[in-house]
């Protein structure tokens, strides 16, 4: 006879039975899914407006959405649009469910995009105040929760504080988050705070006419 000291408590037991979970979840996802490829339909017309904010090799047409099991042990749906992720360089608007967490909405820019652009949205990066955004201070920009490591309100922050972190990181990552109850706004605050990113970002063409 086997000896072993595992045990499996009454309600574990349950769940262990228990398939209508992951029924649910099937749907929710699929409709989550369907809401993200919204957000990013509703983009496209805001991408047209600002021909010269995006740097070659972006993808404009096409939006990438994957998901996971396992972001600190829950699972995750992402769409990535517009976005371009090279060796070099991070151009990436970053729309996220952790789920049981938070929706966020976060703008990536990092290597020489982020060299090149580093002055002129550090200058206008007091426009994103009083309108929710968090400014990550984490060494590494591949993390989404919203731990004070991991990021800092932006209001919270002065002027010299914010100028002294975006001086000394490699990249920027700035972001939004709305409770996962609050899925029905998804696709307002996903464009807003898109179009808010944008205005903050410098006009290749006008600047190079």
């Known amino acids: ?90 151009f990436a608007f970053r729309s996220m469910l952790w789920w049981g967490k938070h929706f966020s909405f976060s703008f990536h820019l990092g290597g020489d995009l982020w060299k090149s652009r580093q002055v002129h949205v550090t200058e206008k990066i007091a426009a994103l105040h009083n309108k929710g955004f968090y400014l990550c201070v984490n060494k590494t920009p591949w993390e989404y929760h919203f731990e004070s490591d991991n990021y800092l309100l932006l209001d919270e922050l002065q002027g010299n504080k914010t100028r002294g972190l975006l001086q000394e990181s490699p990249f920027i990552k700035i972001a939004r988050r709305l409770e996962v109850a609050e899925w029905q706004k998804v696709i307002e605050y996903g464009k807003e705070t898109f179009s808010l990113v944008l205005d903050i970002l410098p006009n290749e063409i006008r600047e190079s006419a």
């Open 1 to 90: 006879m086997q000896n072993t000291k595992i045990t499996i408590s009454p309600e574990e037991s349950e769940a262990l039975g228990d398939t209508g979970f992951f029924r649910k979840k099937a749907a929710i996802t699929s409709k989550i899914i369907m809401i993200f490829s919204e957000l990013a339909e509703s983009l496209r017309p805001i991408i047209a407006d600002h021909p010269g904010l995006f740097p070659p090799g972006t993808s404009l047409f096409r939006e990438k959405i994957s998901r996971g099991e396992n972001y600190k042990g829950l699972p995750y749906i992402v769409i990535d649009f517009p976005a371009m992720f090279g060796k070099e360089s991070v």
